[in-house]
DNA sequence: AACCCGGGGCA
DNA sequence: TGCCCAGGGTT
């Protein structure tokens, strides 16, 4: 059993059926840590344009690792999970600084970067130096379940320990890399979440899920997503020629990103009204501005909370104090790393002020 | 163990 | 809408 499942696998590989990647077959491990890093829980397609961007601006680790992180943040822009970017830079420090500039090559050592967890180091070990790790992401769960009919909750520790022991045991002995690539692009072709290809799927004569017709409960989540809706209204205050932003800091969505001066809600609020509120009078305090203009309510549906923002123009015609924020010149924003509603917003420049 | 973190494609 | 994507870090 376990036999045919990895044979045919490398053969289902061997015939050209799986998708190209600009990092495929790539042997630099710094560029399948990137690729990597870029592609968790990223789709192939869209991190593509990113990885090319990356290699050219940063060739070598040393380039990366010496880069301004504003930079990189601004390459990173739009792509999502930030603390990816961050941890991405902290770990080429890291390799530069604790490995003399060379990417570790054991398991451990690997896993032991910013960044990189039993997934990106099983990766890596097996991509670059063909070490005897099975990678466990959310393709392979998916293609084990169903063809083992495991109905163990994947997102638990339980399942997790499972899955990794069963991929494990299946690796075959000295073609970890081409076995890890097989499987991955075989449940992003084949066994695919919605609608997989059973009527053509060699492994379906023996796949337990296909037999019993369980394809579609297959791999089984145990939590459900709770999504929370947030009322952003941004306060875009320009004196003279300079706008005023800030890098988001705290333990929330878009660290390191920056933004307008925020103020926000637990529920929709008329603009007019915003500004008797005590929140605004206690950020514009004494200022004396004037409201030119407002933007249509926008909407941006992340993973786990729904932002409905809204963008408000203040110009003043003294130099405001603001704590925290800075004074920026609007021609150098896109030095700076925004979120996507913000980079639309600034896109979109129908208002006057832009 | 539970929770948090983006943006996009697709049915 | 809901689900998922070459997951990892923090609490």
Not at 4 to 16: A, I, M, Q, R
Not at 56 to 64: A, F, G, M
Request: charged share 20%; proline share 6%; net charge positive.
């Amino acid at each position: 059993m376990n036999k045919f499942f990895t044979e045919t696998l490398l053969d289902w590989n061997n015939n050209e059926n799986t998708r190209s990647m600009p990092w495929k077959g790539e042997k630099d491990p710094y560029r399948i840590w990137l690729s990597e890093i870029i592609l968790q829980q990223t789709r192939v397609e869209q991190g593509w344009t990113y990885y090319e961007k990356f290699i050219l601006n940063y060739p070598t680790v040393q380039d990366l690792a010496a880069a301004p992180e504003e930079a990189v943040f601004r390459l990173w822009q739009g792509l999502g999970y930030y603390a990816r970017c961050k941890n991405m830079l902290a770990a080429a420090k890291q390799i530069v600084s604790m490995h003399h500039g060379h990417f570790p090559n054991t398991y451990d050592a690997i896993q032991s970067l910013k960044g990189i967890g039993p997934y990106t180091s099983a990766a890596i070990a097996s991509f670059a130096f063909n070490l005897p790790h099975a990678v466990l992401d959310g393709n392979v769960f998916r293609v084990l379940s169903r063809f083992f009919d495991i109905d163990t909750p994947i997102d638990t520790t339980a399942g997790k320990k499972q899955f990794t022991q069963l991929a494990q045991e299946l690796l075959p002995h000295g073609q970890s890399a081409s076995y890890n690539q097989s499987i991955m692009d075989f449940g992003a072709v084949v066994c695919k979440p919605q609608q997989p290809a059973c009527k053509s799927c060699p492994l379906s004569k023996k796949c337990k899920a296909y037999q019993q017709g369980l394809t579609s409960l297959l791999p089984v989540k145990s939590k459900k997503l709770v999504i929370r809706k947030r009322y952003f209204y941004y306060l875009v205050v320009q004196h003279q020629d300079n706008i005023y932003i800030r890098k988001r800091t705290e333990n929330d969505i878009w660290q390191n990103l920056h933004e307008f001066i925020l103020l926000e809600t637990t529920a929709p609020e008329d603009p007019a009204t915003l500004q008797a509120s005590t929140a605004f009078k206690d950020i514009m305090k004494d200022i004396r501005y004037n409201i030119d203009g407002t933007s249509a309510p926008l909407k941006q549906q992340l993973t786990h909370q729904t932002i409905y923002s809204q963008f408000l123009l203040l110009s003043v015609n003294e130099k405001p104090e603001l704590p925290g924020y800075t004074a920026v010149p609007k021609e150098q924003l896109d030095h700076y790393a925004f979120p996507k509603t913000i980079t639309d917003f600034l896109k979109n420049r129908e208002l006057t002020l832009f």
